[in-house]
């Protein structure tokens, strides 16, 4: 007897593997930034986040204390000092005096500098520089080290971005503006979205028509249109510009036509038996909505709350041109740009921030993904 299609080993094992790939794909960089997030400067420049939890040993220059330091002893003058600071951590495992030849002397070992010159460099960075006449000058020696850096992490990151940045304010800016503006096209467009599926008017193939077209029409295209016509209508009614209302009503705008298709497409295609039954029982159109297609319609609410929520929430276009630029109205996209501009070497700070920015739409990103695998589950069973 013939296998059905789809049921084979293969396919099941590569649907399976490509499964696990694009798990991967999207989980590999998350992880790097959380790991990134939690280690140290130093770290992060010498190596790999992959190898956070493995010693890792990279190459780094200082400088000796210069001569005004020196003290004579026994006939010979020192210069001691150390190369780490305090509680460092690090350990030193070779030396040099050349940037050509950066690890020529093991740690411990008395290097001949000519002249009668010696330096010897510990593993713990403490070093002693001995020469025969007395040190000239007021700048200390060059040296060349290989350092040994073991793994450590720290929560600090998150202390410094979080209550030093800006980034709580710009985090609180950012709910305040995804929030509402994900709430109030998920409100217009249900309405609209059943009565262009179950209710009959004049100009409704019409009405469909111009919100298919709509979807097509680039953001770039209407933002400047729009804000001129946003800053005239709030003139005339006596409305500041550059305020949370016109953000939230420049992304209802812009998530609207997506919205009332996909609830149009879904709710269209609700049993019509349901809806002829509650019409025979005395139900109203408001009561058929409230109480039958809402209910039904919980899985497309949820993905389109997952879409605008994430769409909104990482935006940054739309905040500049809406919303002012100070601290009290700057949402986290627009405050993680600036410190990129203002701090690109500072990788501990921009990853922390980055990570910080995907915390929430994560959460969103799974909770309603529970809930709208339910409702599929929960819809999929259809009486008889």
């Known amino acids: 007897m013939a296998r059905a299609p789809g049921k084979s080993f293969l396919g099941r094992f590569g649907v399976h593997l490509a499964v696990a790939a694009f798990v991967i794909l ?81 740690a411990g070992t008395v290097a001949d500098l000519g ?33 040994s850096i073991p793994p450590s992490f720290t929560a600090g990151n998150y202390k410094t971005v979080l209550f030093s940045e800006g980034i709580g304010r710009s985090f609180i800016n950012s709910l305040t503006v995804t929030i509402p503006a994900t709430v109030i096209p998920i409100l217009i467009a249900t309405f609209a979205a059943y009565a262009l599926a179950w209710m009959r008017f004049p ?22 249109p729009l804000l001129k016509m946003y800053n005239g209508v709030g003139a005339f ?34 049993p019509r038996e349901i809806m002829e039954s509650a019409r025979i029982d005395g139900a109203s159109d408001f009561e058929i909505f409230v109480k039958i297609v809402l209910p039904l319609s919980f899985p497309v609410l949820a993905s389109f709350a997952i879409f605008q929520f994430l769409w909104v929430w990482n935006d940054l276009l739309v905040a500049m041109v809406f919303l002012r630029t100070d601290a009290d109205q700057m949402v986290l996209t627009a405050r993680l740009n600036n410190l990129l501009g203002s701090r690109g070497g500072n990788w501990e ?19 309603l993904q529970r809930y709208f695998v339910r409702g599929l589950l929960a819809g999929s069973v259809k009486g008889g």
């Open 115 to 147: 002249k009668g010159t010696t330096l010897q460099v510990n593993d713990d960075g403490s070093y002693v520089m001995s020469s025969p006449v007395a040190f000239e000058g007021d700048r200390g020696r060059r040296v060349y080290y290989a350092a």
């Open 26 to 106: 999207w989980t590999i960089p998350t992880l790097g930034i959380l790991v990134s997030s939690l280690r140290e400067k130093d770290q992060i420049v010498a190596s790999g986040w992959w190898t956070a939890l493995t010693t890792s040993t990279h190459m780094e220059a200082g400088r000796l204390a210069s001569g005004s330091d020196q003290v004579e002893k026994d006939g010979r003058f020192l210069i001691t000092g150390n190369l780490f600071g305090a509680g460092d951590g690090r350990k030193l495992t070779a030396f040099g005096i050349r940037a050509q030849a950066p690890a020529e002397f093991p």
């Open 203 to 224: 100009g409704r193939a019409l009405l469909i028509a111009t919100i298919i077209g709509l979807l097509v029409v680039p953001l770039q295209m209407s933002l400047i």
């Open 349 to 367: 700070i921009l990853t922390t921030s980055a990570f910080v920015t995907i915390l929430v739409p994560l959460a969103v990103f799974f909770s």
């Open 237 to 270: 009614f006596g409305v500041p510009a550059k305020t949370y209302l016109g953000i939230w009503l420049a992304h209802t705008g812009f998530g609207l036509p997506f919205a009332i298709y996909l609830l149009r497409s879904y709710i269209a295609g609700l």
